[in-house]
């Protein structure tokens, strides 16, 4: 005989006892008190009871696949960062797929990025920002940054631009949002695309002649990763909004398959007409569900995953205040040695959600900044490099470079320079006051002994 009288029963008691084993052995983990020397990361997870609930109670569905804390969450999402439509996928990188691909469409017509076409991005950078150019046949042309913002030099933009420039895309640089008024103004100048991906930027604000929006939804198609060290998690994952209507159709039609049907899985027949249509040279009334009108992939998320973003997102809102007291702490505290290391600043006009906190040790500082990151690694503090530094230079472009597969505007000084003298450390939500004014300690003296 059971020992439950439902499963709703069955249920709650097995939640409840997942709060408890929370409580029991991973809060005192979360709760742990620092101690100069232990391991300071530049990012971690921060979660508590309801995130773990939360995929249990999704697990004993065993659906698996997408479903209803999916819909929950893409529900949820597009209501708090303010846009019509929200799809969930697999990883950031995947979003970016999605969000160049869906404009490589024919229903987009004239404004369809062909193969040959170009879109303007930056070489410093993450790689999946521009790998779906590339490996569509596109051709990415590279404009450089601006130091201390570390974002996209909008003063490159007319050299750049062509006859076949089709698109802009590029990415908030660790929070800080590039010069949305500029590049829009720009793009909507030449009727050319904008998608922002605002994978390292989620909750940051930008403010365009009084009226201020999250970034990611100023621009045609926005991104967003949920990898463990971004703003909030889902272990993998990521989101790729819009408020155009066609390319929302398109966006679930490259995520599913590339099929022409966007019945949600496990649902069939929406439309109620699913054998009366004629599409390409197929029979009449063929099965909708199997009709394939792009080239698509199969990119969507578990509902597991998007069961901790439901409960990720209702923290979120703490987690970016928390990231901006950590950023000004730390920026207060290395004023210091400001004439070695070149600190961080935000756009005019914006609000950021910080990522991480960027430095550049100044090239008269007396110290490299090789000097400087393994002297902070040595005290068991984390750093990063500014992802690629400068993509052109890795063994991935080993077989394109020096041919027309992309083109350079300019000498992109500033991005030769941040490969060469800049890192980063982290202001996740779980560094304390504690944390932060460690690691500040360790940077003076990483630049003020050696420098």
């Known amino acids: 005989m059971s020992r439950w009288n439902s499963e709703k029963e069955a249920r709650e008691e097995i939640l409840s006892l997942v709060a408890d084993f929370y409580n029991e052995y991973k ?7 620092f101690t100069p020397g232990d391991r300071l990361s530049y990012a971690s997870r921060v979660y508590d009871e309801k995130e773990m609930q939360s995929l249990v109670d999704s697990a004993l569905d065993f659906w698996l696949t997408t479903g ?3 819909a929950e969450f893409e529900n949820n999402f597009k209501k708090w960062i303010g846009v019509k439509y929200a799809n969930l996928v ?11 691909m869906v404009l490589t469409a024919p229903e987009l017509k004239e404004r369809r990025i062909n193969k040959g076409d ?3 991005t930056v070489a410093c950078g993450f790689p999946t920002t521009i790998a779906p150019i590339i490996q569509y046949g596109a051709v990415p042309v590279f404009v450089d940054v601006t130091v201390p913002e570390y974002n996209i030099d909008i003063s490159a933009l007319e050299k750049a631009r062509s006859e076949k420039t089709k698109a802009v895309m590029i990415a908030h640089t660790l929070g800080n949002p590039f010069d ?11 009727n050319l695309w904008l998608v922002e991906d605002n994978c390292d930027a989620l909750g940051s604000k930008y403010t365009i002649d009084g009226v201020t929006k999250y970034t990611g939804t100023w621009g045609d198609i926005g991104t967003s990763s949920f990898y463990p060290p971004h703003h909030m998690t889902m272990g993998e994952g990521g989101m790729v909004y819009t408020d155009n209507p066609l390319l929302d159709k398109l966006i679930k039609s490259y995520r599913d398959w590339g099929r022409d049907c966007i019945c949600s899985s496990g649902h069939d027949n929406m439309c109620g007409h699913r054998f009366e249509g004629q599409f390409g040279e197929l029979p009449y009334g063929y099965d909708h569900k199997y009709v394939y009108s792009h080239f698509g992939y199969n990119l969507k998320v578990t509902d597991m995953q998007a069961a901790v973003g439901v409960e990720q997102l209702k923290k979120f809102p703490s987690f970016i205040e928390r990231r901006r007291y950590n950023w000004d702490r730390l920026r207060k505290a290395l004023e210091v040695v400001s004439d070695k290391l070149i600190l961080p600043e935000p756009c005019e006009g914006s609000e950021p959600s910080w990522f991480g906190f960027l430095i550049s040790v100044r090239e008269d500082a007396g110290v490299t900044r090789n000097e400087v990151t393994s002297f902070i690694e040595k005290h068991n503090i984390q750093t990063r ?3 690629s530094g400068n993509i052109i230079k890795h063994p991935c472009f080993d077989e394109y470079r020096n041919t027309d597969s992309y083109r350079v505007v300019g000498d992109l000084e500033n991005t030769e320079f941040i490969m060469n003298n800049t890192f980063w450390v982290g202001v996740y939500p779980g560094m304390t006051d504690e944390k932060l004014d460690y690691m500040a300690s360790i940077i003076i003296e990483a630049v003020s002994k050696r420098g």
Do not use: H, T, W
């Not at 697999?90 to 160049?100: D, K, Q, T």
């Open 27 to 33: 809060k005192p983990e979360q709760d742990k008190s």
């Open 68 to 70: 209803r804390f999916s």
């Open 90 to 100: 697999n990883s950031g990188s995947s979003a970016n797929l999605i969000a160049f």
């Open 118 to 120: 170009e879109v303007i």
């Open 180 to 190: 949305l008024k500029a590049v829009k103004e720009f793009c909507d100048r030449y």
């Open 385 to 387: 490099l500014l992802f």
